[in-house]
């Protein structure tokens, strides 16, 4: 069975500082991978999407992750925090079966300080 | 492109009454809609798949007599809370796939439906 772990359910950088988040996952089979972020109250939007092309996948805004099969990890990074990275983020690993269906990590929150 | 719309964005209603939510796919043909629920600070929780002109299949623990889903069409589905009770306050997102891409496993968001039942 597929599962997801985000390591850190806060974390907080200062503007202009790099941001990392971290999330593994369990899979018996390659995965498609993906990071959506969440503003409050808003619905989810997808940053980035891994599906076995390359390893490292640059996404919107900015974001980019590295697929690492050997730590079965896939963290989120960005160079340089803005204020308006500020918001929930998912790591999600699609399920194995026909129906597509996602498996939520339990979410990080980033906070960005001025 | 792949923009997902719901409607209303929010609604408050009396407990008892029934109340639906519209999730459309604007600019594309969507083989497949999810709804989620998310309660305060909490990840997304799957309650059902909707397939365009079939039932559609709940996940477990969730009432498919109290959330009732139709896609009638490959741009639309509906969930409808009915008889709803303080309890079913919650966010609700939808989400959909694409008919046509080979990455048909990305689903697009609705901007979530925030349901308050006083």
């Known amino acids: 069975a597929q599962s997801v772990t985000q390591l850190d359910s806060h974390v907080s950088v200062s503007e202009g500082t790099p941001v990392l988040l971290r999330c593994n996952y369990s899979?018996?089979?390659?995965?498609?991978l993906f990071w959506y972020v969440q503003h409050p109250n808003k619905g989810l939007q997808l940053l980035l999407k891994y599906t076995s092309a390359a390893t490292l996948v640059k996404g919107i805004n900015g974001f980019e992750a590295e697929f690492k099969k050997s730590e079965t990890s896939f963290h989120l990074t960005k160079p340089s925090a803005h204020m308006s990275d500020a918001a929930e983020y998912f790591c999600v690993v699609s399920g194995m079966d026909s129906s597509y269906k996602l498996i939520f990590g339990s979410g990080t929150r980033l906070l960005v300080r001025p | 492109g792949a923009v997902v719309s719901q409607h209303p964005s929010r609604v408050i209603c009396k407990s008892g009454t029934s109340v639906k939510i519209e999730c459309r796919s604007l600019?594309?043909?969507?083989?497949?809609m999810f709804w989620y629920r998310q309660f305060p600070k909490q990840s997304l929780m799957l309650m059902a798949t909707?397939?365009?002109?079939?039932?559609?299949?709940?996940e477990q623990g969730v009432e498919k007599d109290k959330f009732l889903i139709n896609h009638a069409s490959l741009t639309l589905s509906t969930l409808t809370v009915t008889s709803a009770h303080p309890e079913d306050s919650s966010f609700y997102i939808c989400?959909?796939?694409?008919?046509?891409?080979?990455?048909?496993?990305?689903?697009?968001f609705g901007p979530g439906t925030r349901l308050t039942v006083l």
């Open positions: 899979s018996s089979y390659s995965p498609s």
């Open positions: 909707s397939n365009e002109g079939s039932k559609a299949t709940y």
């Open positions: 600019d594309f043909q969507a083989t497949t």
């Open positions: 989400s959909a796939s694409h008919r046509v891409l080979k990455s048909s496993d990305t689903q697009y």
